[in-house]
């Protein structure tokens, strides 16, 4: 009973998140099922068909396909852009730096159905209402990304002091050099975590992406269609990679920075 | 990427010592690309979307739309939607509410309870939440499912009605919406939670006795900056949101999101679903301020 | 070691060649605050040259500017004959250890070591490497990350990686601050035998007057962007010549005093009803006021009446008001007849009996202990700062 007393804390959290693995549990789950039906939405039978067989329903793979190339394109477009305005509010000085930071904190703070339907509105009134496709997604998954990006890698620059630079400067390098021997390899993680950060935003995103796709299809959007008519269940083995490739990366530079510290003992 | 870092050479002897941030056209051109995307693609179509707004409702993709300061768009789509828009706010404010509680107790017991595993508890956290959100939220319609062991359990203990249910009705939804934006609660809730010094509570259990008074006087108050934040997080998408009304509830359960998504693509009318999106907005950002406001001075007290 | 510069300095702007670090005129203006004020300085080639001031004194600037971090508002540096005023950072034969070391964390020890070689394209790098772990007694650590050695260690890797770069002048800004006090001790004394090994120019910042004079052939004390005084380090304390000097570097008693004759090398004081001699040499006060000074150890304490082994000036009538025994010496605040405490060590030899609070006694000091200060100055000056 005082054990349970001093625990319960730390049982309550394990508790909660252990439903937050509910879900995930039950997409692993029902990545190996053979469903009695197409409409029905039950575990039946195990069988290794789905992962095998898993480009087999219409159209899934070719989205998903579409939203790794939107994913890697606007991670790309917006790491650069972002890293560059992260670089430049951390150690240069301009005017408007406060306005530049409310444009960067808006586009975080607002419901992405205003994001979507603002974007929607400027393409119709530009009378690209026709053309909605890859361009118009991109533009829009960059311009929510971006903002994600610049505070990643803020904070990360943030958290450096520019002593180091001034020791590489005083060792000889040129300006040329201290940031890509100093620099560059230090705010790295940060940049990639950003990166990471962006594609899983892009590669997940279904309202903007929804309102301003006009007939092409994202991984999301094939989801949200067949949600409709009955799921197939290799869209459980797509739930299960993403979980699983993003926990092996999570995990693996945990495990990375853990052995470093442990060095330190 | 090589040759724009290349062309912003760090030039170290300029440093200002007061702020250290160097002066130059440098600084401009490294912000000038996010800056411009971001006017571009989030300033201008605000601006497109206030003009939408004022469109001449008469107006369609062949006839074209005239800007007519139509401001009577904004009172019909309110009177046309007012049910799913409070309703929004309502499930919003529910979700915002459990994931408060729930995010709490498990950024508590991750800054003070797990010690050395706190970074690995940390990405457990968020974890899940890397497969796409429909996916996971399909998965919970299952979990629900009128067949499924959760209703079975409920109905067994008699907490449900025989022919009860849980899809199609706000619970499910709630549920959803709690579920998915559960992470945007606890990462800044364990932000400032972490921050607090353990001495500082093991103080209050020495001056106060009881835990619960020191919990209120001291961890609470000390939490605040991460509930404010985590609250807004988690309130503004969820209110936004429509995917878990959608593949969880029935039309009853229909939110704003899902109106004006659907004026817009479906039904064409730009004016009228502009005019949603700005009603959206606006509440929200008069909601925010007020709870800014009065949060603000709650840390005063 | 002792010739301050001046003694040894051609008249500035002859163009003579100096191999020293010579500073002129130099200003350095933060907006409207001016934190270096119209400095010259000369440091000869081969000392190890302390600058020594409180925090904000500009001992740190005056430091960045000849590291090349800051650039002078206005005035020169030359060093070694070449104008590096304007010189870049990496530019210029001058290396730094920066107070917190600024190791980079992503390389390991050798290679933070090798770093300067490196960018200089230098031929054997890691020979060069060895040998100066070697001399910082790092050899084992040369493949472990900065944050995995301790703050001694780390204070090395930065002084081997300034060092290897063989520089004309070696930059020191509070070096040893992050250290505890025990290994700071350690550390003085090493990087007393480094730089006697390795021959370099070393300019020393600190804020710590022990170590400033553990290590240094020459201190020049620092005060709100102006040099107060420079010298030999018991040429500083003995004879200060400042207010300032005087309560920074050690403790000392400041009494008025009206000077009543100048004659010959002896210049006699009125101090509150007493006559006192202090050397002529040992004055530096021109108006007819001044503080007559004297360090507490240097002040006898006996019975009224007592002769004491200091002929010269004698002063009755104190009363003891404290008195703490701090095991080498005891420690007694004396109040004077006149209204003021001072202060006197005595050292505990056991020849001299304790004396308890509220005993009548009598002071005195050797007339050539004592100095005299300008009147003008605060008598209080420095004297907080110089007690941490």
């Known amino acids: 009973m005082r054990w349970l007393r001093e625990h319960l804390v730390l049982i309550l959290g394990m508790l909660v998140l252990v439903y937050t693995f509910i879900p995930i549990l039950v997409v692993v789950l029902m990545s190996f099922n053979d469903p009695a039906s197409r409409n029905v939405y039950q575990f039946n039978e195990f069988t290794l068909y789905n992962w095998t067989h898993l480009c087999e329903p219409e159209g899934m793979c070719v989205a998903l396909w579409r939203s790794v190339q939107i994913g890697f394109a606007a991670t790309l477009v917006s790491t650069i852009l972002g890293t560059l305005a992260a670089f430049a509010l951390v150690r240069w000085d301009f005017a408007l730096r406060s306005t530049t930071n409310l444009l960067i904190f808006l586009p975080m703070a607002a419901p992405e159905i205003v994001l979507g339907s603002s974007l929607l509105a400027l393409f119709v009134a530009a009378g690209f209402a026709g053309n909605l496709g890859m361009i118009t997604i991109l533009i829009a998954h960059i311009m929510f990304c971006l903002s994600f990006v610049v505070v990643t890698v803020r904070s990360r620059l943030a958290g450096m002091s520019d002593t180091l630079e001034q020791a590489a400067a005083d060792l000889y390098a040129t300006p040329r050099q201290t940031f890509w021997r100093v620099t560059f390899p230090l705010v790295f993680p940060g940049i990639l975590g950003a990166a990471l950060l962006s594609f899983s935003l892009s590669f997940d995103d279904f309202i903007i992406t929804n309102l301003n796709a006009g007939t092409t299809t994202t991984f999301p959007m094939y989801v949200w269609g067949a949600a409709q008519r009955g799921v197939p269940m290799q869209v459980n083995v797509v739930g299960t990679m993403m979980f699983a490739i993003s926990v092996l990366i999570v995990v693996g530079a945990e495990l990375n920075h853990r052995r470093r510290v442990r060095a330190l003992v | ?301 | ?388």
């Open chain 3, 1 to 388: 070691m002792s010739q301050v510069a001046e003694a040894s300095t051609p008249a500035a702007g002859d163009g003579t060649t100096y191999d020293g670090l010579r500073l002129r005129g130099v200003t350095k203006s933060f907006g409207a605050f001016t934190a270096v004020r119209d400095l010259d300085l000369d440091i000869p080639r081969g000392s190890f040259f302390a600058l020594l001031g409180p925090s904000g004194c500009g001992k740190t600037t005056t430091l960045r500017m000849v590291a090349g971090l800051e650039a002078p508002t206005s005035g020169t540096i030359t060093l070694a004959g070449q104008d590096i005023t304007y010189a870049k950072p990496y530019r210029r034969p001058v290396n730094t250890v920066f107070q917190n070391y600024a190791l980079f964390p992503h390389l390991d020890i050798h290679e933070n070591v090798a770093f300067g070689l490196k960018r200089r394209k230098v031929s054997g790098v890691d020979e060069k490497v060895r040998e100066m772990l070697a001399l910082v007694e790092l050899e084992s650590q040369a493949r472990k990350r900065p944050m995995q050695l301790s703050g001694g260690q780390q204070q090395r890797v930065a002084l081997a990686r300034a060092l290897i770069n063989e520089p004309e002048v070696l930059l020191l800004d509070e070096p040893l601050g992050a250290l505890d006090l025990k290994l700071r001790r350690g550390m003085q004394i090493e990087l007393k035998r480094i730089q006697t090994e390795v021959g370099l120019t070393f300019v020393h910042v600190t804020h710590d007057q022990e170590e400033a004079m553990t290590m240094a052939d020459t201190v020049a004390v620092m005060n709100a962007g102006v040099i107060e005084q420079m010298g030999a380090p018991e040429e500083l304390y003995e004879n200060p010549h400042t207010t300032f000097v005087a309560n920074f570097l050690g403790q000392s008693n400041l009494i008025e005093g009206v000077v009543k004759s100048r004659s010959g090398d002896v210049v006699t004081v009125d101090m509150h009803g007493i006559d006192v001699s202090i050397p002529a040499a040992r004055t530096h006060a021109d108006g007819d006021k001044g503080w007559i000074g004297i360090r507490p150890e240097k002040v006898l304490i006996g019975d009224p009446g007592e002769e004491l082994d200091a002929p010269g000036n004698s002063i009755p009538g104190g009363v003891v008001s404290d008195v703490s025994f701090v095991g080498v010496s005891t420690q007694y605040l004396v109040r004077m007849p006149w209204g003021q405490e001072l202060q006197v060590f005595q050292q505990n030899t056991g020849h001299r009996r304790l004396y308890r609070t509220g005993e009548p006694v009598e002071l005195s000091w050797r007339p050539e202990y004592a100095f005299l200060l300008d009147f003008s100055q605060d008598a209080s000056a420095g004297a907080e700062q110089g007690d941490d």
């Open chain 2, 1 to 301: 990427m090589a040759s724009t870092a290349g062309a912003a050479p760090v030039a170290v002897a300029d440093v200002e010592p007061d702020t250290g941030r160097r002066r130059g056209l440098t600084g401009y051109l490294l912000i000038l690309p996010g800056v411009l995307w971001l006017v571009l693609f989030f300033v201008v179509p605000f601006y497109s979307l206030v003009a939408t707004s004022l469109y001449d409702p008469a107006g369609s993709d062949f006839r074209g739309y005239e800007m007519t300061y139509h401001f009577q768009n904004y009172w019909t789509a309110l009177q046309e939607y007012w049910t799913p828009l409070v309703r929004s706010l309502v499930y919003g404010g529910i979700a915002t509410l459990f994931c408060l509680v729930l995010g709490y107790v498990l950024a508590y017991a991750i800054a003070f309870k797990t010690g050395r595993w706190k970074n690995l508890m940390l990405v457990l956290v968020i974890a899940p939440f890397f497969t796409s959100f429909l996916v996971r939220t399909l998965s919970w319609k299952l979990i629900l499912a009128d067949d499924g062991f959760v209703v079975d359990f409920l109905q067994t203990v008699h907490l449900l009605g025989e022919d009860g249910r849980l899809l199609a009705t706000p619970v499910a939804v709630v549920a959803g919406l709690t579920y998915n934006f559960l992470p945007f609660m606890v990462l800044p809730l364990y932000a400032s939670i972490d921050k607090i010094d353990h001495r500082l509570i093991e103080a209050s259990s020495d001056l106060y006795a009881n835990p619960f008074v020191g919990f209120w006087k001291v961890t609470w108050p000390l939490s605040l900056p991460g509930v404010v934040s985590g609250t807004l997080l988690t309130f503004i998408p969820a209110v936004g949101d429509y995917i878990n009304a959608q593949l969880l509830g029935s039309p009853n359960q229909r939110m704003i999101g899902s109106v004006i998504q659907s004026q817009f693509t479906d039904a064409n009318n730009y004016p009228i679903a502009a005019a949603l999106s700005m009603i959206l907005m606006l509440l929200i950002l008069a909601m925010v301020l007020v709870y800014i406001r009065k949060a603000g001075t709650e840390e005063l007290l």
